[in-house]
């Protein structure tokens, strides 16, 4: 069973729009991560949220928002879509605390049209 | 090797050979992690080494660790098909959360 969810896996989505990334995990984590990954650029951390509370945050758009109703759960939220938001979004956790594995799930790839 | 804005590397070997990966990192840390992506899915660690161990093993994988010059090495001995992947070192940092920070990769083919 997987033990990160990601969903959608595939997701296109039209200019100006708005889309929710969806994770789930089920490996009892407390620390939870959003990276992306596009043709241009190596994987880039974005977010970091331990015990649902955010912790750090890489990116230099509001447009991206996470969102953490649940303890394993953590959701990315992208509001007026541009084409060079087009990636794969990875989730990833661990438990809280330095230097701890990360895991990560199979990703979202967004295209954006 | 990979590091900043180098583009993607790319490896070809035959199996059977042994192949060193090369990464240099910016950054000051006590960590570094390796990891392979599969293509189509997340990256997975496969081998994680501290500063304090200069040399890891596990299975056919040998990391190496050189915090004075900031770099790391990923070895693979008798490589076979099924090593065939992205390999990314990352290093880690503490503030204010746990990020890494990605190499750029190392892509690796194995011709049987």
């Known amino acids: 069973d997987p033990k990160i969810i990601q969903k959608p896996k595939y997701l296109v989505a039209v200019t100006g729009s708005e889309k929710i990334l969806i994770c789930e995990q089920y490996?009892?984590?407390?620390?939870m991560y959003w990276y992306r990954q596009s043709a241009k650029k190596p994987l880039e951390f974005m977010f970091s949220?331990?015990?649902?509370?955010?912790?750090d945050n890489q990116t230099a758009s509001s447009r991206f928002q996470p969102q953490s109703s649940k303890k394993n759960h953590l959701d990315l939220q992208i509001t007026a879509l541009k084409p060079d938001d087009s990636a794969t979004y990875f989730c990833?956790?661990?438990?809280?605390?330095?230097?701890?594995?990360?895991?990560f799930g199979p990703g979202t790839r967004l295209t954006v049209l | 090797s990979q590091w900043g804005e180098e583009n993607l590397q790319a490896l070809s070997i035959q199996e059977g050979e042994d192949v060193t990966m090369n990464c240099s990192y910016k950054?000051?840390?006590?960590?570094v992690h390796w990891y392979r992506q599969d293509s189509g899915r997340g990256p997975a660690l496969i081998i994680l080494?501290?500063?304090?161990?200069r040399e890891k093993r596990s299975g056919r994988l040998r990391a190496t660790l050189d915090t004075s010059s900031q770099s790391s090495s990923l070895s693979i001995t008798a490589a076979q098909c099924e090593d065939t992947a992205v390999y990314f070192c990352?290093?880690?940092?503490?503030?204010?959360?746990?990020?890494?920070?990605f190499g750029t990769g190392t892509s690796l083919l194995v011709d049987p």
């Open positions: 990833a956790s661990s438990q809280a605390g330095n230097y701890a594995e990360q895991f």
């Open positions: 490996l009892g984590h407390n620390a």
């Open positions: 949220y331990s015990y649902q509370k955010l912790m």
């Open positions: 950054t000051y840390t006590t960590v």
């Open positions: 080494i501290r500063s304090n161990e």
């Open positions: 990352a290093t880690a940092s503490s503030n204010m959360g746990y990020k890494l920070t």
